[in-house]
C-alpha cells in the first residue's frame, strides 16, 4: 500500500522540470532518498499532441491500442471507456470531437487515459495551464481525489495558494540547484520560499489556513 498523496512541484524553470521529474523517479540520484515502488506511470506533458477529427472516446480506446495489435475494443474495453467517461462527466461528450471540448474537458479526459492506463502514478506538467480559475480547481480536485484510489500524482504548477490547498507534499528547486521536500509548514516559510524564488514572501494564517503574499 502507497501513502498516496498529492504532491506539487514549485520554483521551477524549464530547465528544472526535467531534472525533478528524473529525481523523483530515481533516474537521478541525490540526497533525497527515492525509491519507485510504483507499478506504472502515467505522464503528461505540459502541450500534448491532439489529432484532429476523433471522438472523445476514440481518444481514449488509444490506450487500449499502444501496446498490442489489435483491430476492435472488446466489449470489457469499451464498457471501461464508457464508465469512465461517466466517473469525469463527460458521458454527453462521448461522441463530440476533442477538438470542440474547453481546455478542462480535455484534461479531465487526459485524466481518463491516466485511470484506464491502470498507473498508480500520474506525472503532470502544469495540467491545468491555460485554463480559467473553475476549471483549475476541477481539475486539482479531480487529482486530489485519486490519492483514495491508491493513485499518487506529481504535478508541477505555479500558483502558490493552489498548491497549499491541494498538495500534501512539496517539492523546490532553489537558484543554486538544491532540492527541497518537505510539508506544509516547513516548505510554506519566509525562508523557505526566499531560497526557491528569491522572493520576499507573507505568510498569512487564518485558522487551519495558510495564504502567502509576495512583497513588492
Known amino acids: 500500500m502507497h501513502d498516496n498523496k498529492l504532491s506539487v512541484i514549485l520554483g521551477l524553470n524549464g530547465a528544472g522540470k526535467s531534472t525533478l521529474i528524473k529525481i523523483i523517479t530515481g533516474n537521478i540520484k541525490t ?14 506533458p505540459q ?9 472523445s472516446f476514440d481518444y481514449l480506446s488509444s490506450v487500449f491500442f499502444k501496446n498490442n495489435w489489435k483491430w476492435f475494443l472488446s466489449k470489457e474495453e469499451k464498457q ?23 481546455g478542462g474537458e480535455i ?44 493513485i499518487t500524482s506529481v504535478i508541477i504548477m505555479h500558483d502558490l495558494n493552489l498548491a497549499l490547498k491541494y498538495g500534501d507534499m512539496f517539492i523546490g528547486i ?10 506544509v509548514k516547513e516548505f510554506f516559510s519566509r525562508e523557505n520560499l526566499k531560497r526557491i524564488f528569491d522572493i520576499d514572501f507573507k505568510i498569512l494564517e487564518d485558522g487551519n489556513n495558510i495564504y502567502v503574499q509576495n512583497i513588492d
Open 31 to 44: 540526497e533525497i532518498h527515492t525509491k519507485n515502488t510504483f507499478k506504472k506511470v502515467f505522464y503528461l
Open 47 to 55: 502541450n500534448p499532441y491532439y489529432p484532429k477529427g476523433i471522438t
Open 80 to 102: 471501461k471507456i464508457i464508465d469512465v467517461l461517466e466517473k469525469i462527466g463527460l458521458s454527453d461528450k462521448k461522441n463530440i470531437n476533442i477538438e470542440n471540448l474547453s
Open 107 to 150: 484534461q479531465k479526459l487526459n485524466i481518463a487515459l491516466g485511470l484506464l492506463s491502470g498507473a498508480d502514478l500520474f506525472l503532470l506538467d502544469e495540467p491545468s495551464s491555460n485554463m480559467d480559475l473553475i476549471n483549475h480547481i476541477k481539475i486539482l480536485k479531480m487529482l486530489k481525489s485519486l490519492t483514495s484510489q491508491n
Open 174 to 183: 532553489t537558484k543554486d540547484k538544491k532540492i527541497v521536500q518537505c510539508g
